[in-house]
């Protein structure tokens, strides 16, 4: 039987499957320090956050705004989400600064696993029913919210998702060992069903496979094996924002897929270096209006007054956190008429 590409073997494996795998190895690659600390080097910050973090929300915009068909099939949906999570953003931020933050991060943690689900829904969309079709998809929920139960349970770590005290975290060791062991036995359960369908079938989801594989190692490993920031970072960030990129990619119109400017490598480059901008000029402004942090990467937006008063915050930050806030809502619609194969 044929695998379930999504787009080819090649580009399924270097850019939507491979991309944990390599994260890791370069974790691996670090010195010591940036495993288990929460040092993070200027141009990894760059590099990570910036250039894929950041950079990969704009690609909801390719999908959506920048689109002509798209953008009038969903016109109502691409003018309301942003109002609605702008109003609640400023809602959220009036109750206090760390409430607007807990929730955009708990919004994000819902959108990096559904992420992981609909891969998987993708990759599995010809398994033929058999005994314990559930067990895949149950895994990768398990292999997301496994390591983050085990966050929550710990002592604080040298990494946030986004600001200090985002995630409610009480240090409970049995609760770890509980988890830790159920999560094995489901690990176990779903290695046992995968060789007996290859016994009888003689079939085997080489892609589905590796997407749950590649899911529990840089979950793992960033949250529970490391405790380092830049560990946990390059673990989370490019096993999202790699694989993200790439299916906007794939996914782009077929009716402009050969001409303009998606053609070939130069629209790829102008798709890059147009993500890369617009991260560019967020952060730019995050900096210089509020968290001043990173002057020597943008010198030009220094100028700026930061801005600490309660009552401009409240306003200001939703506005700044409105791409993000957005992509996250906004994906839980785009994909779901989209058809693979």
Do not use: K
């Not at 320090?33 to 993070?40: H, T």
């Not at 010809?126 to 998809?137: M, Q, T």
């Not at 390059?234 to 996914?251: I, M």
């Not at 306003?315 to 619609?333: E, I």
């Amino acid at each position: 039987m044929p695998q379930p590409w999504i787009r080819s073997a090649r580009y399924d494996g270097w850019l939507i499957l491979a991309p944990p795998f390599l994260a890791l190895l370069v974790v691996l690659a670090l010195p010591a320090a940036y495993r288990q600390s929460a040092a993070f080097p200027l141009l990894a910050w760059v590099a990570v956050v910036l250039l894929i973090d950041v950079a990969h929300v704009y690609g909801t915009l390719f999908q959506t705004y920048f689109d002509p068909v798209r953008r009038r099939q969903r016109r109502t949906l691409l003018l309301l989400v942003p109002l609605a999570c702008y109003a609640g953003g400023v809602a959220l931020h009036a109750a206090g600064g760390l409430v607007f933050w807990r929730a955009l991060t708990y919004l994000a943690v819902f959108h990096f696993i559904r992420q992981q689900y609909g891969f998987l829904r993708l990759y599995a969309r010809h398994d033929a029913p058999a005994p314990g079709r559930w067990l895949p998809a149950v895994l990768i929920y398990a292999a997301t919210l496994y390591p983050l139960l085990y966050w929550h349970l710990s002592s604080p770590r040298n990494f946030n998702w986004f600001v200090a005290g985002d995630f409610v975290q009480r240090d409970w060791p049995l609760g770890r060992h509980l988890a830790t062991g159920l999560y094995a036995a489901l690990l176990l359960a779903y290695a046992a069903r995968e060789a007996w369908l290859f016994r009888r079938t003689g079939t085997f989801n080489l892609p589905r496979n590796l997407l749950l594989l590649g899911t529990a190692v840089a979950w793992y490993a960033g949250i529970v094996v490391f405790n380092g920031d830049l560990a946990f970072t390059l673990l989370n960030v490019v096993s999202h924002g790699v694989p993200y990129l790439a299916l906007v990619w794939s996914r782009r119109p077929a009716a402009a897929a050969g001409r303009g400017w998606w053609a070939g490598r130069y629209g790829l480059a102008l798709f890059l270096g147009a993500i890369g901008l617009f991260a560019f000029l967020e952060e730019g402004l995050w900096d210089g209006l509020v968290w001043r942090e990173h002057g020597a990467v943008f010198g030009w937006f220094q100028s700026l007054p930061t801005v600490a008063e309660p009552g401009l915050l409240m306003w200001l930050v939703p506005l700044l956190a409105l791409p993000q806030s957005t992509h996250y809502v906004l994906d839980g619609f785009i994909w779901r008429r989209q058809r693979v194969g």
